[in-house]
């Protein structure tokens, strides 16, 4: 393999890798639970449930779209199965956080490989007769896939630059894995079983653990990065030194001297990455962190550890507006998959076509919606690059001599407004996406799956960036898994709505969507409260630092009276 890296080729060879293994983790095995609407479709075809129905020979050649075959008890368990396994998804996040703070990579990696395999292995065993192991495969599915993305968000710190487009693009790959789903789809028509199916994604876990071994560390890929964290110089036997290449930090790397004085966001004890070098010290007056350029330190592999607490940053007025935010957006998309299959045959229904026909676009409308949730990954960075836009290290100046190149200044804020374009950017798609759902025309939706694909991977991509902008990297997994188990506890709605849709509203989501669309118009307060807040710390410092200069002129001229008076 071939990097353009200078001296560095196998660093840079070593932290691709690193990224690409990641990356196929993630679109494999993370979130399939969000291709529901693709497995739902195979399980309707394959009788799960199906003797909750009426009538039963009818049922033995069901058409999914037929009204005449349509039956509310078995979409209401297949919606509970899905409402079940997305909760369990964000609220696994709170243990699989800590459980990831505490014992780190590998034990993780392990427990993920445990439960990928036990819900394989439940839906090997499942069939019509046994259709409620489905109930626990998808969760267990759904707990491992969680805890996959949580591990794999450490890769994003060995590109420090880059670090929320990379977190985007990683949360980009959990949200394509939607694809899977659709590739057991395919599978299905072309006439291979369910059982062998799972059998084969039962296999591939093993491969989840190539990265656990081989390059990611025991414990966690600290950030900030210390100085050439890749390298482990050893003594060969004849004497010779051997440079290895791998995720091993050295005990001895130094951070060199720096001469920018830079200040970071509040919740932060060690400021990202620059290239600036430093050791950290943090400032007792405001609870920022300068990079202190008279001195030089050693810095351990692990990061330097943070005297925030995690009681203040769950209290903090941000994480409770994020959260407020996080709970409306996510709900927004679980309502969306949770009754997409009896929303499009409720479309379907409407024209006058045969049942045949019916089904035959309902497949059609159901493999686009799963294809189109490929896209999330290539579209998942840009809102990454958005927060990352500012975070260049140097700016050219021209000048009658010509141009030269200035180190930037940014406040200690600057990272955290940065965020607030990417909240107005993913407001505006949610709110569009709401539009073109309650708009009972069939062809408008192909552009509500498009705007759902982008909503879907810019809110958890954005969530986790904004987590591990704004907080102390020590508490990423914990915060992380606190954003999504608090806001699925709003999410479990979804079922109760669905079943009041079913029995209210003959079983058509459009008074629903239309409430959900109102209540998305709350979520542009997130942004603005980031504003303020701000702006209101950048008027605290001011006068803090007017008080400090004032201080220390009536010491100097409290001085130079005690001099007049000596003489």
């Known amino acids: 393999m071939v990097c353009c890296c200078g001296d560095r080729c196998g660093i840079c060879c070593a932290k691709f890798w690193t990224l690409f293994w990641g990356l196929f983790e993630n679109l494999c095995f993370a979130g399939c639970v969000y291709g529901w609407p693709s497995l739902v479709y195979v399980l309707y075809k394959d009788q799960y449930y199906g003797h909750l129905c009426n009538n039963n020979a009818t049922l033995a050649a069901k058409n999914v779209t037929a009204e005449e075959t349509a039956c509310p008890e078995q979409d209401s368990h297949f919606n509970l199965v899905f409402t079940v396994a997305a909760f369990c998804v964000s609220l696994s996040t709170l243990p699989n956080g800590i459980l990831y703070d ?9 427990c993920i490989s445990i439960l990928l395999l036990g819900g394989f292995i439940l839906f090997i065993f499942s069939s019509p007769e046994l259709p409620f192991l489905i109930y626990p495969a998808m969760i267990l599915w759904a707990i491992g896939g969680c805890q996959l993305l949580v591990v794999n968000f450490q890769i994003a710190n060995l590109f420090a630059s880059k670090r929320s487009t990379i977190i985007t693009f990683l949360s980009a790959a959990f949200d394509s894995s939607a694809i899977t789903m659709l590739v057991i789809k395919f599978a299905y028509e072309g006439g291979i079983s369910l059982r062998t199916i799972f059998i084969a994604l039962a296999v591939l876990t093993l491969f989840i653990n190539i ?49 920018t004085h830079r200040l970071h966001n509040r919740f932060h004890n060690d400021p990202e990455e620059d290239g600036y070098g430093g050791s950290y010290s943090p400032d007792s007056g405001l609870g920022m962190t300068t990079i202190n350029n008279n001195q030089n330190a050693s810095n351990s592999a692990d990061s330097p550890k943070s005297t925030t607490t995690l009681k203040q940053c769950l209290l903090s007025g941000l994480f409770f507006s994020h959260l407020i935010w996080m709970s409306i957006v996510q709900h927004r998309n679980w309502f969306y998959l949770g009754t997409f299959n009896p929303w499009i045959n409720t479309l379907v229904r409407g024209q006058s076509i045969s049942s045949s026909e019916a089904d035959i676009q309902v497949s059609h409308y159901t493999t686009v919606f799963a294809f189109l949730q490929f896209g999330a990954v290539f579209v998942g960075p840009l809102n990454g690059l958005i927060i990352d836009r500012h975070k260049k290290k140097t700016l050219t100046r021209q000048g009658s001599r010509g141009s030269w190149q200035v180190q930037r200044t940014r406040g200690p804020n600057a990272d955290l407004q940065d965020t607030v374009l990417a909240f107005l950017v993913t407001n505006t798609i949610c709110v569009l996406f709401s539009i073109g759902v309650v708009i009972p025309i069939l062809q408008v939706q192909y552009i509500s799956f498009v705007l759902q694909v982008i909503l879907k991977t810019f809110v958890y991509g954005l969530n986790a960036a904004f987590i591990a902008t704004v907080f102390p990297v020590d508490y990423l997994g914990t915060l992380l898994g606190f954003s999504l188990a608090l806001s699925a506890i709003f999410g479990l709605i979804q079922f109760p709505l669905f079943k009041m849709s079913q029995h209210y509203f003959d079983n058509d989501p459009f008074i629903v969507n239309v409430g959900l669309l109102v209540l998305n118009l709350v979520t542009y307060a997130h942004p603005f409260y980031i504003t303020y807040f701000c702006k209101r710390e950048d008027r605290l410092r001011e006068t803090e630092e007017y008080e400090r200069l004032c201080r220390q002129r009536d010491s100097e001229q409290l001085k130079v009276m005690n001099m007049i008076s000596t003489v």
């Open 102 to 110: 505490k014992a780190g990579t590998r034990v993780s990696k392990i």
């Open 211 to 259: 990265n656990t071994f081989l390059l990611l560390p025991s414990k966690r890929i600290p950030f900030p990065l210390p100085k050439d964290y890749f390298y482990r110089n050893t003594t060969s036997p004849s004497g010779q030194q051997i440079e290895e290449i791998g995720l091993r930090p050295l005990s001895s790397a130094k951070v060199p001297n720096g001469s």
